[in-house]
């Protein structure tokens, strides 16, 4: 990502999802929910599991500046693809509720304030970040799964999204 700001954060899910929309749109149901191989998840599974990153990650941006940072749950992202069955919901459903989400998050995103970029988080046990890190990689890790579902289209970082600057664990 060009700008490591929220705002620039903000822009770059915009034009992904502008970029995104029409394509998912496009996709048939039945295509939708047949697997890229053997063992692999399918796009509506990918896309389900891209509503719970959006749902985890907006507790994680609005808890964050509530709280100054702090620690926050990871989640088992197969355990909730399982438990939700993305492949018995329609496409149109999953695109609406991931686009309709994601719009309002490049909203919160972009309303974030710039002294919270430094706030350290901490999520699932993992190294400690900044929020701005975290906002910078849920949309690089968007990206990564849209080329999954649409084929290469975005450059992404993920699963390897630089850490701005190193942090010590909340309270140290």
């Excluded at 700008?3 to 295509?31: C, K, M, N, W, Y």
């Excluded at 994680?60 to 492949?87: H, I, M, W």
């Excluded at 309002?104 to 890190?133: N, T």
């Excluded at 701005?164 to 309270?171: A, F, M, N």
């Amino acid at each position: 990502m060009a700008t490591a700001t929220f705002d620039g954060a903000a822009r770059e899910l915009d034009r992904v999802l502008s970029a995104s929309i029409p394509d998912l749109v496009a996709i048939t149901d039945q295509h939708a929910a047949e697997p890229h191989a053997a063992g692999k998840w399918s796009r509506k599974e990918v896309l389900g599991h891209l509503v719970d990153s959006a749902s985890n990650n907006h507790q994680r941006f609005v808890r964050g500046v509530e709280t100054r940072g702090g620690k926050f749950p990871g989640y088992d992202q197969a355990f909730c693809v399982r438990l939700q069955r993305p492949n018995d919901v329609h496409w149109k459903v999953l695109v609406d509720l991931w686009a309709s989400y994601n719009r309002y998050l490049a909203h919160v995103i972009a309303s974030l304030p710039s002294e919270a970029a430094d706030y350290p988080m901490e999520v699932g046990g993992e190294p400690v970040v900044d929020l701005l890190w975290i906002a910078v990689d849920y949309v690089e890790h968007l990206k990564h799964h849209m080329n999954q579902v649409l084929g290469p289209r975005f450059e992404s970082t993920y699963p390897k999204t630089p850490f701005t600057r190193s942090r010590t664990p909340p309270g140290d």
